[in-house]
Nanobody, 126 residues
């Protein structure tokens, strides 16, 4: 099974950019549907982006469309989340997750994912 570790979180000013990475070990990212989730203190975990096995299909929650880009670097065993135009409300712990499924769905529901990383913190100040 795959093990996931996120990196790239930081404290930034509003309007800035970050590139979050999720490194996979034990298996390759090319055999999983994957997603990025975030959780702010006192709030439920929220799915922000999902990507298909081959990386050709993506899905985003409305609040991040046009600012977040999810991608896979299959050769490097990486899942990447490029974040531009950061807002204070983007502050959260960000998690990558993976799932195996035959339903072709780009799910943004955390209950659909079986494998999780420990998270990386993003803090945006105004």
């Amino acid at each position: 099974q795959v093990q996931l570790v996120e990196s790239g979180g930081d404290s930034v000013q509003a309007g800035g950019s970050l590139r979050l990475s999720c490194t996979a070990s034990g298996d390759t990212v090319s055999t999983y549907y994957m997603g990025w989730f975030r959780q702010a203190p006192g709030k439920d975990r929220e799915g922000v982006a999902a990507i298909s096995i081959g990386g050709t299909r993506t899905s985003y929650v409305d609040s991040v469309k046009g600012r977040f880009t999810i991608s896979k670097d299959i050769g490097q065993k990486l899942l990447v989340l490029q974040i531009n135009g950061l807002k204070p409300e983007d502050s959260a712990m960000y998690y990558c997750a993976a799932r195996r499924t035959d339903d072709w769905t780009l799910s943004l529901m955390s209950r659909d994912y079986s494998y999780w990383g420990p998270g990386t913190q993003v803090t945006v100040s105004s």
